[in-house]
C-alpha cells in the first residue's frame, strides 16, 4: 500500500481581495519590475563595455545581475497577473 496525494493546484492565500488598491500593488509591482530591469542592464552594459572592469570579480557580478533578469523576469510577471486576477489558483504542472 502506497501513501500518496493527488493535488492538482495550490491556492495562494496571500491574495485577498484588496478592491481597488490592487491598481495601486500592480503599479508599484511594475515600477519595481522596470526598475530592477533597467539597473541591472545597466551594470551589465558598463561592465561590458569598460575594458577594466574585465576581472573575475567583475565578470562574477555580471553573471550575478544576468540571474537576476533571469529571475525576475520569471517571477514579476507571474506576480503582476495574480495581483490583477481574481482567482488565486497556480496548477501543479
Known amino acids: 500500500m502506497i501513501n500518496s496525494t493527488q493535488v492538482s493546484y495550490f ?3 496571500a491574495y485577498f481581495d484588496t478592491g481597488d ?3 495601486l500593488y500592480f503599479i508599484v509591482i511594475m515600477f519595481v ?3 530592477i530591469i533597467c539597473a541591472n542592464l545597466l551594470l551589465i552594459v558598463v ?3 569598460n575594458r577594466s572592469l574585465h576581472e573575475p570579480m567583475y565578470v562574477f557580478m555580471c553573471s550575478l545581475f544576468v540571474n537576476d533578469l533571469y529571475g525576475s523576469t520569471g517571477l514579476f510577471p507571474f506576480l503582476l497577473v495574480q495581483i490583477l486576477s481574481d482567482i488565486h ?3 501543479v504542472p
Do not use: E, G, R
Request: with cysteine.
Open 11 to 13: 491556492i495562494l492565500a
Open 21 to 23: 488598491l490592487k491598481y
Open 33 to 35: 519590475f522596470i526598475l
Open 47 to 49: 561592465i561590458c563595455m
Open 89 to 91: 489558483t497556480v496548477s
